[in-house]
């Protein structure tokens, strides 16, 4: 498990949330495990995501953590340390690769609130999250546009 | 990856990536929730689902999303985790027994400083070709 659900079980609500807000940065590891296990979840079996040989025929270093998984629901839960409240939905969502990401290579993200808005009586926040390698470098910009019920 | 990018004869304007197809079921979402999904129980709460509006708990958007991610990089590896982009929006929900078409249709070849990059309308539609969540990427052909 690469984070504890159990640290954001209380919930955040949509008016203590600010745009420009930040929060501390979050590191974590996709080691071998759990990119296995991230492939076991979305029913997928690329080679080069699970097989240093197969990533180096693909033109890479060695085996990668698929970049889609860089920042998934819950390392933006486990950065704010809190959750939306039940019923809440990701409606839109965007991903910008900038570098490959190894397996085992550590992880920091910075979380901030991009937007938040009231659209047909909705209120939606946009959280944007900066993953950064252990060598400096950002390998991915996610987006996520999540609703949060009144 | 099926070729590598110096021997993949270029995608033409209009044509598709082969599509991918899987059916969703709730031992799939519930793994996914259980591993990386957060603490919704939209997700595996029938119950909490029924009460929210929906038939049945819903597969996370992300995870309706990433065949098209696993597509794009089958074809073109360095070209997507290297310079590449996706954007999509969640358009319908995804429940357990839908059948999940992915698509990725090149639109446009644009020039982005040294960069030449192929952009692609991806979409994923249910078996009643209704579609359930749309968007754009793009991978880079050229070298940086």
Same mark, same amino acid.
């Given at each position: 498990m690469l984070y504890d659900k159990t640290k954001f079980q209380r919930e955040i609500f949509f008016d203590e949330l600010t745009v420009g807000q930040t929060f501390p940065p979050l590191q974590y590891r996709f080691g071998s495990e759990d990119v296995a296990t991230w492939l076991r979840s979305v029913d997928d079996n690329t080679p080069a995501f699970r097989d240093d040989g197969a990533a180096r025929t693909a033109g890479f270093e060695g085996a990668l953590v $698929? &970049? =889609? /998984? /860089?920042?998934s629901y819950g390392f933006i839960y486990q950065s704010m340390g809190r959750r939306p409240p039940t019923g809440n939905l990701n409606t839109r969502t965007s991903f910008e690769f900038l570098a490959p990401i190894r397996h085992g290579t550590a992880l920091t993200m910075n979380l901030s609130v991009e937007d938040k808005f009231v659209k047909r009586e909705r209120n939606y926040v946009v959280f944007k999250g900066v993953v950064r390698d252990d060598g400096g470098q950002d390998v991915a910009i996610v987006r996520a546009e999540l609703t949060f019920p009144k | 990856m099926s070729t590598s990018p110096a021997t993949r004869k270029p995608l033409a304007i209009g044509k598709e990536l082969p599509p991918r197809v899987a059916t969703v079921t709730q031992e799939g979402i519930s793994a996914f929730h259980e591993a990386? %999904? %957060? &603490?919704? $129980? =939209?997700?595996?709460d029938p119950s909490i689902a029924h009460q929210s509006g929906f038939g049945a708990p819903l597969q996370h958007g992300v995870r309706t999303l990433y065949p098209i991610f696993a597509m794009l990089f089958e074809h073109y590896g360095p070209g997507v985790v290297s310079g590449g982009a996706m954007e999509a929006k969640f358009i319908a929900p995804v429940v357990p027994g839908d059948v999940i078409t992915c698509r990725c249709r090149a639109i446009e070849r644009r020039q982005d400083g040294t960069r030449q990059l192929l952009v692609f309308e991806t979409w994923a539609e249910n078996q009643k070709r209704d579609k359930v969540l749309v968007g754009t990427a793009s991978v880079r052909e050229s070298a940086r």
């Amino acid at each position: 498990m690469l984070y504890d659900k159990t640290k954001f079980q209380r919930e955040i609500f949509f008016d203590e949330l600010t745009v420009g807000q930040t929060f501390p940065p979050l590191q974590y590891r996709f080691g071998s495990e759990d990119v296995a296990t991230w492939l076991r979840s979305v029913d997928d079996n690329t080679p080069a995501f699970r097989d240093d040989g197969a990533a180096r025929t693909a033109g890479f270093e060695g085996a990668l953590v $698929p &970049s =889609l /998984a /860089a920042m998934s629901y819950g390392f933006i839960y486990q950065s704010m340390g809190r959750r939306p409240p039940t019923g809440n939905l990701n409606t839109r969502t965007s991903f910008e690769f900038l570098a490959p990401i190894r397996h085992g290579t550590a992880l920091t993200m910075n979380l901030s609130v991009e937007d938040k808005f009231v659209k047909r009586e909705r209120n939606y926040v946009v959280f944007k999250g900066v993953v950064r390698d252990d060598g400096g470098q950002d390998v991915a910009i996610v987006r996520a546009e999540l609703t949060f019920p009144k | 990856m099926s070729t590598s990018p110096a021997t993949r004869k270029p995608l033409a304007i209009g044509k598709e990536l082969p599509p991918r197809v899987a059916t969703v079921t709730q031992e799939g979402i519930s793994a996914f929730h259980e591993a990386f %999904g %957060g &603490s919704n $129980p =939209l997700h595996t709460d029938p119950s909490i689902a029924h009460q929210s509006g929906f038939g049945a708990p819903l597969q996370h958007g992300v995870r309706t999303l990433y065949p098209i991610f696993a597509m794009l990089f089958e074809h073109y590896g360095p070209g997507v985790v290297s310079g590449g982009a996706m954007e999509a929006k969640f358009i319908a929900p995804v429940v357990p027994g839908d059948v999940i078409t992915c698509r990725c249709r090149a639109i446009e070849r644009r020039q982005d400083g040294t960069r030449q990059l192929l952009v692609f309308e991806t979409w994923a539609e249910n078996q009643k070709r209704d579609k359930v969540l749309v968007g754009t990427a793009s991978v880079r052909e050229s070298a940086r």
